[in-house]
């Protein structure tokens, strides 16, 4: 399945024991959609494309601005005003050529979500907003597939992996993000990057981790964050881990499941 370009391209890859060719050919055959082609998925599409994921899919409606370019490294000056999509196609056909690459320069909703990420075998979520992410796993779990979902701070950052379409070895089904979180903080108490900040370097270690995971959940390799929450804190250059569990009061899928579907994220 791998051509000797593609066979030298990935060979750091092949002769690693845990990926080899099979891995590599997971990878060829795998399809991954990335909500927001910003801070976090601009360096998670790059390293999923170099790493020859087959397609590459980007949601995302907004075009490019100067204040971007101190973070969103798919992007460069002359993308000034384009649609992200386009200059995010750029960039990886220029670095893979093997790689197909989907835009879809639109707002994600309620209407076209579950469309949108059941043509997808993965989804990445690096939006910046609550209610996109609560409507992102809401419909990766109705649509039954793995949610790698992450979160930037102004120093700090956050990443599991949800599949709460599927149950454990204990028979249970896995947690959800509203396991995790709830409920949304109210409206003005996490002010929004343009307020606070960012550091820009800390969303290149933070996408290429959702790289590291989505790639580690493809190929099969290791232990995957579900059902645990890294956390962060570049301040102090310290990463921890959090144990979470299926709440059974959860409204997707809990004892007493309340959401069937989207109609809760129409507005």
């Known amino acids: 399945m791998l ?6 391209r990935y060979a750091r890859h092949i002769v ?41 899919g980007v949601v995302d409606d907004d075009v490019v601005s100067l204040s971007n370019l101190q973070r969103q490294v798919i992007h460069t000056t002359p993308d000034i005003g384009r649609h992200k999509v386009e200059s995010a196609a750029e960039r990886i056909s220029a670095l893979n050529p093997h790689v197909r690459f989907v835009g879809h320069a639109t707002w994600l909703n309620a209407d076209n979500a579950l469309g949108l ?9 690096g939006s910046d907003n609550f209610s996109t992410r609560y409507l992102v796993s809401d419909a990766c779990f109705f649509a039954k597939r793995p949610l790698i979902t ?10 599991t992996t949800i599949r709460a379409h599927e149950k454990n070895d204990a028979g249970e089904f896995n947690p959800t993000y509203r ?89």
Request: charged letters at 20%; hydrophobic letters at 45%.
């Open 117 to 125: 990420i059941g043509d997808y075998d993965l989804v990445l979520d």
């Open 179 to 267: 396991c995790l979180f709830p409920e949304a903080p109210p409206p003005g108490t996490v002010p929004a990057c343009a307020e606070a900040g960012v550091m820009g370097a800390l969303a290149g270690v933070l996408g290429s981790m959702m790289a590291l995971e989505a790639i580690r959940e493809i190929v099969g390799f290791g232990d995957g964050l579900v059902g645990r929450l890294l956390m962060i804190d570049a301040r102090a250059m310290r990463f921890e881990t959090l144990r979470y569990a299926r709440d059974p009061a959860n409204p997707l899928n809990g004892d007493g499941p309340v959401i069937t579907d989207l109609s809760a994220h129409r507005t």
């Open 150 to 159: 992450a979160a930037l701070g102004t120093f700090d950052g956050s990443l």
């Open 16 to 56: 690693l024991r845990d990926v080899g060719g099979p891995g590599q050919a997971a990878l060829k055959r795998a399809s991954v959609l990335v909500i927001g082609a910003g801070g976090l998925g601009a360096p998670a599409l790059m390293y999923l494309a170099a790493a020859g994921v087959g397609t590459l």
């Open 3 to 8: 051509s000797p370009d593609e066979l030298e």
